[in-house]
């Protein structure tokens, strides 16, 4: 096994109407004045936002609120949240919403704390020195940005797509009411869990480093995630099951499910960047349509994971050989993701790239990785096209 | 399940030679002048001790150590490092050992963070209102003190054993070799191994609110810690097995296992506590003494939860009636304890108490527990009595 560091300093506040306790959270991390920053419309109709407020307006907390975060959260929208918070004193990012309202708030914090440029960060150009602080109220169990050091941003000059991790971009806090998530269209629910379990699958397979205690959690909160993704389909209200997804959401990200290994593989995550920078897809669904084909290619490389991933995660049957096993494991994910209506490939993604955008993602995708990257595999440019290829 | 919080801000240090990163550690939290606090001559022997030092002093901090720790601290020592402290002007608790170490440094930095008596909080008098910083090396994998927020300091005036929880109390870092452990007696391996597996089985035992996620990542540390006891019994300078139940102490009471639940049990603990009080004993070997005659007691009260740890945990035959399978992992986890040489009755731990005896640990236990306590069983006085008499 590897030397790891392990630090998720995130206060979570977990369960009903936890949301009222936002102004005492903000109070004991030092928030004097907050920018609220969500995404779409539905947090206003719920009345969270307004339920937010209230409590901040009878706690005395002032704030100043942006609006607008999308899935695969804009440049754009950063800068003018930095503005904002420069011009308005903000000294804390309250993000209200999922995975694009805390990257984007996280991203937001780094330039109002860094000189410069903050798409650098993105760029791989310097390290952050420092970020805002952020709080979180999740409404969206997906990205587990609520507890990670990563946020990913996407520049519209271009539509690059790019993630940056530092330990200073992790929430203060975060606020898990599995009832916010609730009201979810169910397609955002099946791409939130694809998009956990993902987060632990990247982290699996890895040819390196690998530690029992960190593979029996990382088995145990698949295994739960993929049942109660099931119990979701069924019954979107169930309590116990959000509840079960959304602190998995938290856990498969937090670098728990990571201990010890290399750090994992990540290309599904860096293929799928390239379609979500090409085509605003849903990210969950973008990895859903993109495993299979890179499972495929490249399972033989790194049989005995894929062959425990199979047996102790999907449960698949413990007979035929080891490539047999591994290939059933593959196969049960791909069930798994129709079980939940998650497409396989572009085509169910519905998007249906020409050679030349296949040969461009694949490009981007190298230069965005420095060349080559992987540890089940390492993939280099012709890899990528080849999964990419075998993904229509 | 229950509503929880969830707060782990302890920034992890894994790996070989990881203690040359004190001084860096040390600074980034903001220590100036430490104090130096660890137990018997093991880390002066080992060399230890010095390599902190040399590393500090070449790093332009200043120091003043406390030896002395010993198992079941005492207060009066918890006294002098106050004293020391506050004379010294020392702004950081670095302890240097096991939970002995930790537990008293973390009541240290109570007592010179507070006004008052520092026995109050222990007394459930009062509440601490802050902690000096403190930072771990840790030496001894058993207690989980290096994440958890609670300490446990014995009163040597009735010779009363008390423990305190707090956020404040929780270790700013703790450096984690597994290769500093290697030189524990086999005993202390042993013991470590029980407490670790004990805090989760705590939370384990419990008849509210438990999550599936919580279970399966409890499930797969307690299999991981059983597994790899064994093997240190036999191969103690393992260092893959090391470092999975070094990793696993921290996890297994940093609160992850018990996400969702009333709180656990802990009542195997408490009436540990008392022994431990009264007569010096390892608290590994005191729990696994105790604990088959508290199981026995308890698990027709929560018996669904006796044979989901049979079945997941101890890998018992799923056979006969779920009283069967209980009592089958009862036996397991016995067997068990006498496989790597840890006692499971008062005799086998080498300690023959009087009914008189009895009968005060007992009354103590239970004004300990503000009369009764439990969650398994609620046990009150009388109960408490006849497990002791159960474990003789």
């Not at 993105?122 to 587990?144: E, N, W």
């Not at 940056?164 to 929430?171: A, E, I, Q």
């Not at 109660?228 to 499910?257: C, F, Q």
Request: one cysteine or more; charged letters at 25%; proline letters at 3%.
């Amino acid at each position: 096994m590897f030397d790891f560091n392990y630090f998720t300093p995130t206060k979570v506040v977990f369960g009903k109407n936890t949301e009222a306790k936002v102004a005492d959270l903000v109070k004991e991390f030092g928030g004097t004045k907050l920018l609220i920053h969500y995404g779409g419309g539905s947090v206003v109709r719920s009345g969270l936002l307004k339920r937010v407020t209230d409590t901040l307006d009878a706690a005395g907390i002032s704030y100043v609120t942006l609006g607008g975060a999308v899935p695969n959260p804009h440049l754009g929208l950063v800068y003018e949240g930095i503005e904002l918070c420069k011009k308005e004193g903000v000294d804390f990012l309250l993000a209200v919403g999922g995975g694009s309202a805390i990257d984007s708030a996280k991203a937001i914090g780094y330039g109002v704390a860094n000189e410069g440029d903050v798409w650098d960060f993105y760029d791989y150009k310097r390290q952050a020195k420092g970020c805002l602080p952020v709080g979180v109220i999740l409404t969206i169990a997906a990205t587990g940005s609520e507890m990670s050091d990563s946020s990913v941003i996407t520049k519209e000059d271009g539509l690059v797509k790019r993630g940056y991790s530092s330990d200073f971009g992790r929430p203060k806090f975060a606020i898990m009411n599995p009832e916010l998530t609730m009201t979810l269209p169910d397609y955002q629910t099946a791409c939130g869990c694809t998009d956990i379990m993902m987060h632990t699958m990247e982290r699996y397979f890895s040819n390196g480093g690998n530690m029992e205690i960190t593979d029996s959690l990382a088995e145990g909160l698949l295994r739960t995630v993929k049942k109660n993704a099931l119990i979701l389909y069924k019954d979107p209200k169930n309590y116990d099951a959000r509840a079960e997804v959304m602190w998995a959401g938290s856990l498969a990200h937090n670098g728990l499910t990571g201990c010890g290994n290399d750090g994992g593989d990540w290309m599904t995550h860096k293929l799928e960047h390239e379609l979500g920078g090409l085509y605003d897809v849903a990210h969950g669904a973008g990895l859903a349509a993109i495993w299979g084909s890179w499972a495929r290619y490249v399972y033989k490389n790194c049989l005995h994971r894929f062959k425990k991933f199979a047996l102790n995660v999907m449960e698949v049957e413990n007979s035929g050989s080891d490539e047999e096993i591994a290939l059933r494991g593959i196969e049960a994910v791909e069930d798994f993701y129709r079980q939940i209506e998650m497409p396989t490939n572009l085509r169910e993604l519905g998007i249906n790239p020409t050679e030349d955008e296949l040969a461009l993602m694949a490009k981007k995708c190298a230069i965005g990785v420095g060349g080559e990257k992987g540890s089940a595999k390492v993939l280099n440019e012709a890899d990528m096209l080849a999964i990419y290829k075998a993904s229509m």
